[in-house]
């Protein structure tokens, strides 16, 4: 029998009776999913984990003794293949990226529907190793506009140049390289600063704070 015939065993691992209980109606109505563990607390949860070898695990964010990103990344250190999935009342950006990093499998509100919840359930059960979040996009591209693209120490140098109004071939004799390892360079500025022209790069690079506005000294 292959995994994704079998029936998904899922602990649930939240303080609130009365959520834990909605959660397993809501699992308990899917043929392929059967709630076989309960706990209330990151040590019992751990516990149960260790007594009953889930095929998943739903951990809320906070918990009595702790917070549900240590149990996360406790349980990865035990077991890779288990799928965890972090089910919040608390979704924002920083919880989402604190679950990702402790090796969550999915990230869910807790408002969200029951049957995207299963559906993050069978995600986590058939890759545990992948991350799945309905706001993941989004929180990556509010991260992005926050920190701005990350440039490599010699893409910083061509931007600096470009910013200073040398062309490729400048560029190239005050840096030591070839023309076309600078075009390749630029190529790949534009490309992080989603741009398709130096004007473009250069505002870019100016909003996400890479260059100062001219006349602006260090």
Known sequence: MTRASQVIRVALIDDHELIRE??????????????????????????????????????DLRLPDGDGITLVREARKRNAQLGIVVLTMYAGDQHLFDALDAGASAFIPKSAPADEIVAAARHAAATPRTFSSPDLASAMQRRLNQEGPH?????????????????????????????????????????????ANRAQALMAALRAGLIRPPGIEP
């Open 22 to 59: 909605g959660l397993r109606r809501a699992f308990e109505r899917e043929a392929d999913v059967h709630v076989v563990a309960e706990a209330a607390t990151v040590q019992n949860g751990l516990a149960v984990i260790n007594a009953q070898s889930p095929d998943v695990a739903v951990v």
């Open 151 to 195: 440039l490599s120490p010699r893409e910083r140098q061509v931007l600096d140049l470009l910013a200073d109004g040398l062309g490729v071939s400048a560029i190239s004799s005050s840096l030591y390289i070839s023309e076309s390892t600078t075009k390749t360079h630029i190529s790949r500025l534009y490309e992080k600063l989603g741009a």
